[in-house]
């Protein structure tokens, strides 16, 4: 069977997105991609984004490729499933232009995953993945549409059902799906593409000078924190075989690749990968919990080849971090050493705030002091409240078709406060 697997070309005007805009490896894709040609499937990964093809070169493609089954993602990478556009608006757009070229369309991603009925109201698919979507693709890819009941983690519409029927022509089938990452094989991306990845994502210490990639060594997080869209995919914490990871990354450098950027939710401490990663010519960035890492761990980072941490502190007060359910094991004071320890074995350290009720003059008091000592931080901005993290569930229940527009919605307007606040105080 001839598959494509599509991620759209992202415009982000006008859009509340908070993620890289830059192009990044679509790494459920490229795993999907792998499992499907295992099983014998003929696949053809297009990545717009990544090689800037327009819509109308996208369907040049499908109308010579004729995929029998044609895969669309709606977020831009799986880097930013967690915090991916609210709006739909070029999931749609893509699968208008490309449905006739396809006999089948189906559609994976955090919108499908929070609200499955919502997605397939809005884009003319024949099925929706709910959770993480690499396993269930190729069973959904071989079934035929009569069949759809028997496949768990999706939502399908019925047969003889058409958009126009909405909810009520729309079936949804079990759970979220959780992928066992002993079954992902490593990824192997095509010299075309390594090419065309020329993004070093969250490197700041230098410019690039060859292709970036983006890898992954674990799925989901121990924590629960309430800002985190996390409950409806990549949720349960996880570790990617040392073996399988250490073969894609050595496939990434034979590629030409000296720089990764590590995807995790949270980069915990691995003392045997990061001996191994010690021992190539390769340098890398991630994101994690700086109460987490002791001071050797710290140094065993940066001795590794790490030169880039985003650590999410979220708030300078241990009020703060309760409201947002961080469960530091760190005092503040503890916290900003521990950064100020990072920076002296990693070139570049970013402190991630979130609007917690922190008193602004304390705030800018201590970014100030971080700045002198070369660690970056944001100023606090009031959080999105994602479907899928306990800040949406606490404030609303259960996900319901319109989360994404209520979320947005009530986002514009504490920002808009937000800023009214400190104009005021200006």
Not at 142 to 156: F, L, V
Not at 290 to 302: F, H, K, P, T
Request: charged share 20%; net charge neutral; hydrophobic share 40%.
């Amino acid at each position: 069977m001839k598959v494509a697997l599509i991620n759209p070309p992202w415009s982000f005007e006008g859009s509340v997105y908070f993620g890289c805009r830059e192009p990044h490896f679509a790494l459920e894709l490229g795993y999907a991609r792998a499992l499907l040609e295992q099983r014998g499937h003929v696949v053809r990964l297009l990545d717009a984004q990544m090689s800037g093809a327009d819509l109308g070169a996208l369907e040049t493609e499908l109308w010579s490729y004729r995929p029998d089954v044609t895969v669309l993602t709606t977020a831009p990478s799986y880097l930013y499933w967690s915090c991916a556009p609210p709006e739909l608006r070029e999931p749609i757009q893509t699968a208008r232009a490309l449905r006739p070229y396809t006999q089948r369309l189906f559609v994976v991603g955090p919108h499908a995953s929070t609200t499955p009925k919502a997605v397939l109201a809005k884009i003319d698919a024949d099925a929706v993945v709910m959770g993480e979507c690499e396993a269930v693709l190729p069973e959904l890819v071989e079934a035929a549409p009569a069949d759809y009941g028997g496949i768990d983690s999706i939502a399908y519409r019925l047969p003889g059902a058409s958009a126009g029927d909405g909810a009520a022509g729309i079936a949804v089938q079990g759970s979220r799906a959780v992928v066992d990452l002993q079954r992902l094989p490593a990824l192997r991306w095509q010299q075309a593409e390594v090419a065309a990845h020329r993004h070093q994502h969250h490197r700041f210490d230098r410019a690039p000078s060859g292709p970036g990639a983006e890898v992954e060594a674990s799925r989901g997080c121990p924590h629960a924190c309430t800002f985190c869209a996390k409950q409806s995919f990549r949720n349960r914490y996880r570790t990617r075989p040392l073996r399988v990871l250490l073969d894609e990354i050595d496939g990434l450098i034979a590629r030409g690749v000296r720089y990764v950027y590590f995807i995790d939710e949270i980069f915990l401490p691995n003392r045997a990968l990061l001996e191994a990663l010690a021992e190539r010519e390769l340098q890398f960035g991630v994101q994690l919990r700086i109460d987490n890492w002791s001071e050797e761990l710290l140094g065993m980072l940066g001795r590794a080849g790490c030169v880039s941490v985003e650590a999410g502190v979220e708030s300078i007060t241990a009020r703060g971090r309760s409201l947002l359910n961080k469960q530091s094991r760190l005092s503040s004071e503890q916290l900003t050493e521990r950064l100020l320890c990072a920076k002296r074995h990693v070139p570049y350290v970013q402190a991630n705030l979130l609007a917690s009720g922190d008193d602004p003059a304390a705030v800018a008091a201590w970014r100030a002091e971080l700045s002198q000592r070369g660690v970056w931080s944001n100023q606090p901005a009031p959080a999105f409240p994602y479907p899928g993290s306990p800040q949406y569930q606490l404030q609303w229940g259960d996900l319901d078709d319109l989360a994404w527009e209520r979320a947005h919605k009530h986002f514009l307007h504490a920002s808009a406060l937000s800023q009214a606040r400190a104009a005021s105080k200006g």
